[in-house]
């Protein structure tokens, strides 16, 4: 994974959009979700693996989200 996360953008309809503001939370189910925007106002989502989530927020890409 590179240093940022990047997701896909319905809006736009654009992939490997870099996102910004990132904040990383736990889903019921045990799995882990980071929600941004990409710059432009756009929101957007994207799951993520327990691995990629923990090294995420380790490196200062993303904020932790769950206590």
Request: net charge positive; aromatic share 4%.
């Amino acid at each position: 994974m590179s240093n940022l996360l990047t997701a896909y953008c319905m809006k736009t309809k654009e992939k490997n959009v870099p996102m910004q503001d990132a904040v990383i939370t736990k889903t019921s189910r045990g799995g882990y979700m980071a929600q941004g925007h990409d710059g432009k106002g756009n929101k957007m989502t994207t799951m993520l693996s327990e691995a990629n989530a923990l090294k995420a927020v380790a490196d200062g890409v993303a904020k932790k989200g769950w206590d």
